[in-house]
Protein backbone atom coordinates (compact mmCIF):
# COMPACT_ATOMS: atom_id res chain seq x y z
CA UNK A 1 0.00 0.00 0.00
CA UNK A 2 1.71 3.02 -1.21
CA UNK A 3 1.17 6.66 -1.13
CA UNK A 4 2.37 7.96 -4.85
CA UNK A 5 3.22 11.05 -6.55
CA UNK A 6 2.99 11.46 -10.35
CA UNK A 7 5.77 11.87 -12.13
CA UNK A 8 5.86 15.75 -12.33
CA UNK A 9 2.77 16.91 -10.59
CA UNK A 10 1.42 17.24 -7.49
CA UNK A 11 -0.97 14.50 -7.80
CA UNK A 12 -0.98 12.16 -5.25
CA UNK A 13 -2.89 8.55 -5.71
CA UNK A 14 -3.37 6.20 -2.81
CA UNK A 15 -2.66 2.68 -4.14
CA UNK A 16 -4.69 0.57 -2.08
CA UNK A 17 -6.17 -2.95 -3.84
CA UNK A 18 -7.34 -3.82 -0.13
CA UNK A 19 -10.15 -0.90 -0.63
CA UNK A 20 -11.98 -3.26 -3.80
CA UNK A 21 -13.07 -6.01 -1.30
CA UNK A 22 -15.04 -3.36 0.74
CA UNK A 23 -18.89 -4.85 0.99
CA UNK A 24 -21.30 -3.18 -0.98
CA UNK A 25 -24.49 -2.69 -0.25
CA UNK A 26 -25.53 -1.22 -3.64
CA UNK A 27 -24.45 -3.05 -7.08
CA UNK A 28 -25.28 0.63 -8.68
CA UNK A 29 -28.52 2.26 -7.47
CA UNK A 30 -29.32 1.76 -3.96
CA UNK A 31 -32.53 -1.04 -3.58
CA UNK A 32 -33.87 -0.38 0.12
CA UNK A 33 -35.99 -3.37 -0.48
CA UNK A 34 -33.17 -6.09 -0.75
CA UNK A 35 -30.71 -3.95 1.42
CA UNK A 36 -27.94 -6.61 2.50
CA UNK A 37 -26.61 -6.95 6.34
CA UNK A 38 -26.53 -3.72 8.12
CA UNK A 39 -22.94 -3.69 9.21
CA UNK A 40 -23.09 0.00 10.89
CA UNK A 41 -26.22 -1.32 13.13
CA UNK A 42 -26.25 -1.58 16.62
CA UNK A 43 -25.97 -5.35 17.50
CA UNK A 44 -23.22 -5.64 14.70
CA UNK A 45 -20.30 -3.96 16.50
CA UNK A 46 -18.21 -7.07 16.20
CA UNK A 47 -18.32 -6.85 12.81
CA UNK A 48 -16.82 -3.43 12.33
CA UNK A 49 -13.20 -2.79 14.07
CA UNK A 50 -12.66 -1.71 17.75
CA UNK A 51 -14.86 1.18 18.88
CA UNK A 52 -13.00 4.03 19.06
CA UNK A 53 -15.32 6.64 21.03
CA UNK A 54 -19.32 7.09 20.95
CA UNK A 55 -21.84 9.74 21.94
CA UNK A 56 -24.56 7.78 24.37
CA UNK A 57 -24.35 5.05 27.09
CA UNK A 58 -22.15 2.10 28.05
CA UNK A 59 -25.26 0.02 26.30
CA UNK A 60 -27.27 2.42 23.79
CA UNK A 61 -24.96 4.77 21.47
CA UNK A 62 -26.43 7.30 19.58
CA UNK A 63 -22.97 8.32 17.65
CA UNK A 64 -20.23 5.67 17.40
CA UNK A 65 -16.65 6.22 15.93
CA UNK A 66 -14.21 3.79 14.67
CA UNK A 67 -11.63 2.37 12.22
CA UNK A 68 -12.40 1.70 9.12
CA UNK A 69 -11.88 -1.89 8.20
CA UNK A 70 -11.23 -1.26 4.67
CA UNK A 71 -8.65 1.82 5.05
CA UNK A 72 -7.04 4.11 2.64
CA UNK A 73 -4.14 4.78 5.24
CA UNK A 74 -3.21 3.09 8.03
CA UNK A 75 -0.37 4.13 10.92
CA UNK A 76 2.27 1.24 10.08
CA UNK A 77 4.75 1.95 7.49
CA UNK A 78 6.99 5.07 7.31
CA UNK A 79 5.18 8.64 6.61
CA UNK A 80 8.62 10.17 5.30
CA UNK A 81 7.99 11.40 1.33
CA UNK A 82 10.99 8.93 -0.41
CA UNK A 83 12.49 9.67 -3.53
CA UNK A 84 13.46 6.68 -5.43
CA UNK A 85 15.03 8.58 -8.57
CA UNK A 86 13.78 11.25 -10.13
CA UNK A 87 10.37 9.91 -11.01
CA UNK A 88 9.35 7.75 -8.35
CA UNK A 89 8.59 9.85 -5.26
CA UNK A 90 6.59 7.83 -2.43
CA UNK A 91 5.65 6.96 1.22
CA UNK A 92 3.51 4.34 2.61
CA UNK A 93 0.05 4.82 2.42
CA UNK A 94 -0.05 6.07 6.08
CA UNK A 95 -2.58 7.56 8.05
CA UNK A 96 -5.53 7.42 10.19
CA UNK A 97 -9.39 6.59 8.48
CA UNK A 98 -12.23 6.82 10.92
CA UNK A 99 -15.53 5.81 9.84
CA UNK A 100 -18.49 7.79 12.48
CA UNK A 101 -21.65 6.23 12.49
CA UNK A 102 -24.32 9.20 12.78
CA UNK A 103 -27.11 7.35 14.01
CA UNK A 104 -28.05 3.52 15.62
CA UNK A 105 -31.03 3.59 12.89
CA UNK A 106 -29.83 2.06 9.70
CA UNK A 107 -32.44 4.11 7.25
CA UNK A 108 -32.58 7.37 9.01
CA UNK A 109 -30.41 9.97 6.69
CA UNK A 110 -28.45 13.32 8.30
CA UNK A 111 -30.88 15.24 6.82
CA UNK A 112 -33.76 14.12 8.48
CA UNK A 113 -32.51 14.45 12.09
CA UNK A 114 -33.24 16.76 14.35
CA UNK A 115 -31.94 19.39 15.38
CA UNK A 116 -30.28 18.37 18.86
CA UNK A 117 -29.08 14.95 17.05
CA UNK A 118 -27.23 17.34 14.32
CA UNK A 119 -25.23 19.55 17.04
CA UNK A 120 -24.06 16.44 18.60
CA UNK A 121 -22.46 15.31 15.62
CA UNK A 122 -20.98 18.48 14.90
CA UNK A 123 -19.51 18.48 18.76
CA UNK A 124 -18.25 14.99 17.78
CA UNK A 125 -16.72 16.30 14.59
CA UNK A 126 -14.74 19.37 16.32
CA UNK A 127 -13.44 16.59 18.36
CA UNK A 128 -12.43 13.97 16.14
CA UNK A 129 -10.60 16.80 13.81
CA UNK A 130 -8.75 17.77 16.61
CA UNK A 131 -7.67 14.73 17.45
CA UNK A 132 -6.60 13.38 13.90
CA UNK A 133 -4.90 16.28 13.09
CA UNK A 134 -2.52 15.51 16.25
CA UNK A 135 -1.63 11.80 15.33
CA UNK A 136 1.98 11.24 14.86
CA UNK A 137 3.03 11.67 11.02
CA UNK A 138 -0.46 13.56 10.58
CA UNK A 139 0.08 16.25 8.28
CA UNK A 140 -3.70 17.22 7.24
CA UNK A 141 -7.64 15.35 8.39
CA UNK A 142 -10.19 15.44 5.81
CA UNK A 143 -13.30 15.21 7.32
CA UNK A 144 -16.09 14.32 4.56
CA UNK A 145 -19.85 12.54 3.89
CA UNK A 146 -20.54 10.17 0.87
CA UNK A 147 -23.84 10.22 0.39
CA UNK A 148 -25.25 8.04 -1.89
CA UNK A 149 -23.74 5.49 -4.85
CA UNK A 150 -23.13 8.37 -7.14
CA UNK A 151 -21.16 9.48 -4.23
CA UNK A 152 -18.71 6.79 -3.44
CA UNK A 153 -20.72 5.63 -0.39
CA UNK A 154 -20.88 1.87 -0.38
CA UNK A 155 -23.12 1.51 3.06
CA UNK A 156 -26.33 3.46 3.21
CA UNK A 157 -26.01 3.27 7.00
CA UNK A 158 -25.49 7.54 8.01
CA UNK A 159 -21.83 8.02 8.13
CA UNK A 160 -19.28 10.25 7.64
CA UNK A 161 -15.91 9.73 7.08
CA UNK A 162 -11.97 11.47 8.79
CA UNK A 163 -8.78 10.81 6.97
CA UNK A 164 -5.52 12.10 8.38
CA UNK A 165 -2.50 11.72 6.42
CA UNK A 166 0.53 12.60 5.92
CA UNK A 167 0.63 14.77 3.23
CA UNK A 168 -1.12 18.65 3.26
CA UNK A 169 -2.77 18.24 0.08
CA UNK A 170 -2.09 20.14 -3.07
CA UNK A 171 -5.59 22.25 -3.75
CA UNK A 172 -5.14 23.07 0.44
CA UNK A 173 -2.03 24.44 0.06
CA UNK A 174 -3.00 26.32 -3.36
CA UNK A 175 -6.22 27.91 -1.56
CA UNK A 176 -3.81 28.91 1.59
CA UNK A 177 -1.40 30.57 -0.79
CA UNK A 178 -4.23 32.38 -2.93
CA UNK A 179 -6.58 33.18 -0.35
CA UNK A 180 -3.93 35.49 1.58
CA UNK A 181 -2.37 38.41 0.65
CA UNK A 182 -0.23 41.20 3.00
CA UNK A 183 -1.84 39.00 5.81
CA UNK A 184 -5.28 40.01 4.56
CA UNK A 185 -7.80 37.26 3.52
CA UNK A 186 -9.77 36.80 0.36
CA UNK A 187 -12.21 34.73 1.13
CA UNK A 188 -13.43 37.59 3.44
CA UNK A 189 -13.46 39.82 0.78
CA UNK A 190 -15.58 36.77 -1.91
CA UNK A 191 -17.91 36.73 1.13
CA UNK A 192 -18.65 40.37 0.84
CA UNK A 193 -19.13 40.19 -2.71
CA UNK A 194 -21.19 37.38 -2.55
CA UNK A 195 -23.71 38.21 0.34
CA UNK A 196 -25.45 41.17 -2.27
CA UNK A 197 -24.95 38.89 -5.27
CA UNK A 198 -27.71 36.39 -7.21
CA UNK A 199 -25.36 33.96 -5.57
CA UNK A 200 -26.46 33.96 -1.61
CA UNK A 201 -28.43 31.30 -0.44
CA UNK A 202 -28.58 31.22 3.29
CA UNK A 203 -27.40 33.79 5.99
CA UNK A 204 -27.38 33.88 10.09
CA UNK A 205 -25.46 36.16 12.28
CA UNK A 206 -22.60 34.14 11.86
CA UNK A 207 -22.32 32.53 8.95
CA UNK A 208 -23.44 32.85 4.55
CA UNK A 209 -24.22 29.71 2.15
CA UNK A 210 -24.25 31.19 -1.37
CA UNK A 211 -23.08 28.88 -5.00
CA UNK A 212 -20.04 29.59 -5.49
CA UNK A 213 -19.24 32.06 -9.03
CA UNK A 214 -17.69 29.00 -10.67
CA UNK A 215 -19.27 26.01 -9.76
CA UNK A 216 -18.22 22.94 -10.98
CA UNK A 217 -21.48 20.45 -9.75
CA UNK A 218 -25.08 21.06 -10.67
CA UNK A 219 -26.41 22.67 -7.23
CA UNK A 220 -22.71 23.29 -5.19
CA UNK A 221 -22.83 25.35 -1.90
CA UNK A 222 -20.51 26.58 0.32
CA UNK A 223 -21.33 27.06 4.03
CA UNK A 224 -18.67 29.55 5.29
CA UNK A 225 -18.27 32.04 8.68
CA UNK A 226 -18.76 35.46 7.65
CA UNK A 227 -16.15 36.94 9.77
CA UNK A 228 -12.76 34.92 9.72
CA UNK A 229 -12.16 31.66 11.82
CA UNK A 230 -9.80 29.13 10.45
CA UNK A 231 -10.92 26.62 12.61
CA UNK A 232 -14.18 24.58 12.67
CA UNK A 233 -12.79 22.91 16.30
CA UNK A 234 -12.61 26.21 17.31
CA UNK A 235 -16.23 27.13 16.92
CA UNK A 236 -17.89 27.88 20.15
CA UNK A 237 -21.42 26.58 21.15
CA UNK A 238 -23.20 29.56 20.08
CA UNK A 239 -21.21 29.75 16.86
CA UNK A 240 -21.69 26.13 16.33
CA UNK A 241 -25.67 26.39 16.94
CA UNK A 242 -25.66 28.93 13.88
CA UNK A 243 -23.27 26.59 11.58
CA UNK A 244 -25.93 24.25 12.40
CA UNK A 245 -29.36 26.25 11.43
CA UNK A 246 -27.78 26.41 7.68
CA UNK A 247 -25.91 23.35 7.46
CA UNK A 248 -29.56 21.77 7.93
CA UNK A 249 -31.28 24.04 5.57
CA UNK A 250 -28.72 22.83 2.96
CA UNK A 251 -29.33 19.46 3.65
CA UNK A 252 -33.02 19.41 3.98
CA UNK A 253 -32.60 21.15 0.06
CA UNK A 254 -30.44 18.31 -0.77
CA UNK A 255 -32.76 15.84 0.38
CA UNK A 256 -35.42 17.04 -2.04
CA UNK A 257 -33.50 17.68 -5.13
CA UNK A 258 -32.47 13.62 -3.94
CA UNK A 259 -29.20 12.81 -5.57
CA UNK A 260 -26.37 11.63 -4.10
CA UNK A 261 -23.96 14.29 -2.92
CA UNK A 262 -20.66 14.97 -0.96
CA UNK A 263 -20.01 17.64 1.62
CA UNK A 264 -16.45 17.79 3.12
CA UNK A 265 -15.02 20.11 5.54
CA UNK A 266 -11.67 22.75 4.00
CA UNK A 267 -10.14 23.13 7.11
CA UNK A 268 -6.61 24.51 7.30
CA UNK A 269 -3.86 26.66 8.90
CA UNK A 270 -4.84 30.43 8.94
CA UNK A 271 -7.64 29.52 5.52
CA UNK A 272 -10.79 30.62 6.04
CA UNK A 273 -12.84 27.58 6.40
CA UNK A 274 -15.90 26.38 4.96
CA UNK A 275 -17.68 23.35 3.93
CA UNK A 276 -18.29 22.03 0.50
CA UNK A 277 -21.48 20.51 -0.71
CA UNK A 278 -21.48 18.42 -3.94
CA UNK A 279 -24.41 16.94 -5.45
CA UNK A 280 -23.62 14.53 -7.91
CA UNK A 281 -25.91 14.65 -10.37
CA UNK A 282 -23.74 14.78 -13.54
CA UNK A 283 -20.79 12.64 -14.27
CA UNK A 284 -17.44 13.96 -15.24
CA UNK A 285 -15.97 12.68 -18.63
CA UNK A 286 -13.13 12.64 -21.49
CA UNK A 287 -13.29 17.24 -21.55
CA UNK A 288 -13.35 17.46 -17.35
CA UNK A 289 -10.17 14.96 -17.00
CA UNK A 290 -8.50 15.86 -19.84
CA UNK A 291 -8.37 19.51 -19.65
CA UNK A 292 -9.62 19.78 -15.58
CA UNK A 293 -12.06 22.35 -16.97
CA UNK A 294 -15.30 21.50 -15.77
CA UNK A 295 -18.74 21.49 -17.93
CA UNK A 296 -21.78 22.45 -15.70
CA UNK A 297 -25.32 22.21 -16.79
CA UNK A 298 -26.56 24.65 -14.41
CA UNK A 299 -25.61 28.15 -13.26
CA UNK A 300 -25.03 28.95 -10.24
CA UNK A 301 -27.49 31.82 -10.29
CA UNK A 302 -30.16 29.21 -11.15
CA UNK A 303 -29.12 27.02 -8.06
CA UNK A 304 -29.13 29.79 -6.06
CA UNK A 305 -33.29 30.33 -6.69
CA UNK A 306 -33.61 26.84 -5.69
CA UNK A 307 -31.90 27.37 -2.80
CA UNK A 308 -33.89 30.47 -1.48
CA UNK A 309 -37.00 29.24 -2.77
CA UNK A 310 -39.27 28.40 0.70
ZN1 LIG B 1 -11.36 35.12 5.96
Redesign the pocket.
Known sequence: MDLRRDYFLDRWVIINPKRGLRPHQFTHKPNPGKAKKDYFAPGNEMTTPMELGRVGTDKKWEIMWFMNKFPAVQTDGDYTIQRHNKFYTFSASYGWHEVIVETPSGTKQLYSFTKKQVMKLLRVYQQRIKDVRGKEGVKYASLFKNHGPDAGTSIAHSHSQLIGYNLVPEIIKQKLKK?RKHGK?????V?EAEKDSDRRCFENEMFIAFTPYASRFNYEIWL??K????DFSKLNPWQLDQFCDIFMLILKKLKKIGCSFNFYFQNYGK??FHVEFCPRIATWAGFEFSTDTIINSMSPEEAAKFYRDK
Open positions: SCLYCEIMPKHISMH
